[in-house]
């Protein structure tokens, strides 16, 4: 029996706002962990959790590994070369910024992914877009909140993970379809954990049990927020389910507030709210091109 249209959009819409959430969940525990341990350390051991959960979670559900069979070994390993540029440069930026702060620049992901998606995928980007790119831009100046001297280094580095995670997506575009889900997360993390690994031994630091199970918590936070997030765009429409990914900035917001006592400016407000109105209306663009 077929699930009606709009049961479907509002369970889409549940999954995604839990995936969203869980996200947000990941970023303050992330930020806990960089106040003892490197970032490489915990990209390692984030992704030595994430891997043997899918291992689990693959057994359970089909009780042999076969399936994780790939003949796209290749592009998981570039996409895995670009986790890592990601991850590290967002993950590092919470050692020096805001965690609002950080996540408002990192909504700029979808202004390069417009932008770069006419150079690297022929896509034909039409001015309505591209306006809506540079409004978004000036958006990201304001939220940088560049000084004499330019931007922090830590905000630099979470546009580089903006620009990164965009590239990121793009690649992941060629998979679709060809690959499951629980395979494109297994092999993203199994070689970004490899790749990882001589950097995070040669900062070791032996956890605590607290240190064990804050990193527990990531990347079992991480793994499940993945799996929403999938199932969330199974069931709807990416143009639907844009918005609910700025829901984001509530949670960190409120978490920065009361473990850190952050209070972002409202520079990085205005720039977060002028890139989520461009980022929002490039998708709907997106969807009313591909609806003809």
Same mark, same amino acid.
């Given at each position: 029996m077929s699930v009606p249209a709009s049961r479907s959009s509002l369970h889409a819409m549940f999954f995604m706002a839990l995936g969203i959430f869980g996200f947000a969940v990941l970023d303050a525990l992330t930020k806990r962990l960089t106040e003892d341990y490197g970032t490489w350390q915990i990209i390692f051991l984030s992704r030595v959790v994430t891997t043997s959960l899918i291992l689990a979670f693959v057994l359970q559900s089909h009780r042999t590994i076969a399936v994780l069979r790939s003949s796209n070994i290749g592009t998981h390993i570039g996409r895995s070369l670009l986790v890592i540029a990601t991850t590290w440069s967002f993950f590092e930026c919470l050692r020096y910024i805001e965690l609002a702060y950080a996540v408002a620049v990192a909504f700029a992901a979808p202004l390069f992914m417009t932008a770069l998606s006419g150079p690297l995928l022929k896509e034909k980007v #039409?001015?309505?877009?591209?306006?809506?790119?540079?409004? +978004?831009?000036? #958006?990201? $100046? $304001?939220?940088?909140? *560049?000084? /004499?001297?330019? $931007?922090? %280094? +830590? @905000? =630099?580095?979470?546009?580089?993970?903006?620009? @990164? %995670? =965009?590239?990121?997506?793009?690649?992941?575009? *060629?998979?679709? #379809?060809?690959?499951?889900?629980?395979? $494109?997360?297994? %092999?993203?993390?199994?070689?970004?954990?490899?790749? /990882?690994? *001589?950097? @995070?031994?040669?900062?070791?630091?032996? *956890?605590?049990?607290?240190?064990?199970l804050l990193f527990l918590a990531q990347g079992g936070t991480s793994t499940i927020a993945q799996m929403f997030i999938i199932r969330a765009f199974r069931q709807g429409e990416a143009s639907l389910l844009a918005p609910i990914e700025y829901t984001a900035l509530i949670w960190v917001g409120l978490f920065g507030y009361i473990f850190w006592d952050e209070i972002p400016t409202i520079q990085v407000f205005i720039g977060a709210a002028i890139i989520i109105a461009s980022a929002i209306y490039i998708a709907q663009r997106e969807a009313k091109r591909k609806g003809g």
């Open positions: #039409g001015w309505h877009r591209w306006s809506a790119v540079l409004v +978004g831009f000036v #958006g990201v $100046i $304001i939220a940088l909140q *560049p000084g /004499a001297d330019g $931007i922090s %280094y +830590g @905000a =630099a580095l979470a546009l580089v993970a903006a620009a @990164a %995670y =965009a590239l990121l997506q793009l690649w992941l575009r *060629p998979l679709a #379809g060809r690959e499951t889900s629980h395979n $494109i997360i297994f %092999y993203t993390t199994l070689f970004s954990g490899l790749i /990882a690994m *001589p950097w @995070a031994l040669a900062e070791w630091r032996t *956890p605590d049990t607290t240190g064990w």
